[in-house]
Protein backbone atom coordinates (compact mmCIF):
# COMPACT_ATOMS: atom_id res chain seq x y z
CA UNK A 1 0.00 0.00 0.00
CA UNK A 2 3.15 2.40 0.66
CA UNK A 3 4.31 2.36 -2.55
CA UNK A 4 0.76 2.44 -4.08
CA UNK A 5 0.85 5.65 -1.93
CA UNK A 6 4.01 6.80 -3.12
CA UNK A 7 2.64 6.91 -6.52
CA UNK A 8 -0.43 8.52 -5.76
CA UNK A 9 1.79 10.67 -4.28
CA UNK A 10 4.09 11.57 -7.29
CA UNK A 11 0.57 12.23 -8.93
CA UNK A 12 -0.59 14.97 -6.56
CA UNK A 13 2.49 16.42 -6.50
CA UNK A 14 2.34 16.55 -2.93
CA UNK A 15 5.89 15.75 -1.15
CA UNK A 16 6.29 13.51 1.86
CA UNK A 17 8.97 10.63 2.48
CA UNK A 18 8.56 6.88 1.73
CA UNK A 19 8.54 6.18 5.60
CA UNK A 20 6.28 8.37 6.52
CA UNK A 21 3.66 6.59 4.03
CA UNK A 22 5.04 3.19 5.14
CA UNK A 23 4.66 3.99 8.29
CA UNK A 24 0.77 5.97 7.66
CA UNK A 25 -0.45 2.46 5.80
CA UNK A 26 0.93 0.15 8.44
CA UNK A 27 -1.11 1.78 11.38
CA UNK A 28 -3.95 2.04 8.94
CA UNK A 29 -3.86 -1.44 8.30
CA UNK A 30 -3.90 -2.10 11.61
CA UNK A 31 -6.95 -0.36 12.39
CA UNK A 32 -8.75 -2.03 9.74
CA UNK A 33 -8.70 -5.09 11.52
CA UNK A 34 -11.07 -4.06 13.95
CA UNK A 35 -14.62 -5.51 13.29
CA UNK A 36 -16.96 -3.20 12.18
CA UNK A 37 -15.95 0.06 12.20
CA UNK A 38 -12.09 -0.56 10.99
CA UNK A 39 -12.78 0.34 7.58
CA UNK A 40 -13.59 3.97 8.42
CA UNK A 41 -11.08 4.07 10.88
CA UNK A 42 -8.40 2.96 8.93
CA UNK A 43 -9.28 5.73 6.04
CA UNK A 44 -9.97 8.35 8.65
CA UNK A 45 -6.40 7.56 10.28
CA UNK A 46 -4.74 7.29 6.72
CA UNK A 47 -6.04 10.79 5.67
CA UNK A 48 -5.24 12.21 9.10
CA UNK A 49 -1.56 10.92 9.36
CA UNK A 50 -1.23 12.11 5.29
CA UNK A 51 -2.06 15.32 6.79
CA UNK A 52 0.17 15.58 9.42
CA UNK A 53 3.23 13.51 7.69
CA UNK A 54 3.41 15.45 4.54
CA UNK A 55 2.94 19.21 2.68
CA UNK A 56 -0.54 18.78 1.99
CA UNK A 57 -2.48 22.12 1.92
CA UNK A 58 -6.17 20.68 1.69
CA UNK A 59 -7.76 17.49 2.88
CA UNK A 60 -8.82 16.97 -0.39
CA UNK A 61 -5.30 16.25 -1.80
CA UNK A 62 -4.79 13.18 1.23
CA UNK A 63 -8.79 11.85 -0.20
CA UNK A 64 -7.18 11.57 -3.88
CA UNK A 65 -4.35 10.14 -2.94
CA UNK A 66 -6.18 7.45 -1.24
CA UNK A 67 -8.44 7.08 -3.82
CA UNK A 68 -5.83 6.40 -6.41
CA UNK A 69 -3.55 4.73 -4.11
CA UNK A 70 -6.82 2.05 -3.91
CA UNK A 71 -8.09 2.24 -7.44
CA UNK A 72 -3.76 1.54 -8.27
CA UNK A 73 -4.01 -1.32 -5.94
CA UNK A 74 -7.22 -3.10 -6.96
CA UNK A 75 -5.46 -2.81 -10.92
CA UNK A 76 -2.25 -4.52 -9.62
CA UNK A 77 -4.37 -7.06 -7.89
CA UNK A 78 -6.81 -7.74 -10.76
CA UNK A 79 -4.05 -8.08 -12.70
CA UNK A 80 -1.87 -10.56 -10.93
CA UNK A 81 -4.95 -12.69 -10.51
CA UNK A 82 -5.52 -12.47 -14.16
CA UNK A 83 -1.94 -13.56 -14.69
CA UNK A 84 -2.44 -16.31 -12.11
CA UNK A 85 -5.64 -17.96 -13.02
Do not use: E, H, N
Amino acid sequence: MAAFLWIAMKIVRVDGSFLALLLASVISILLGLIPYAGGILSFACLLYLLYQWTDMDSWLYGFFMVLIARALAMLAFVGIYGLIK
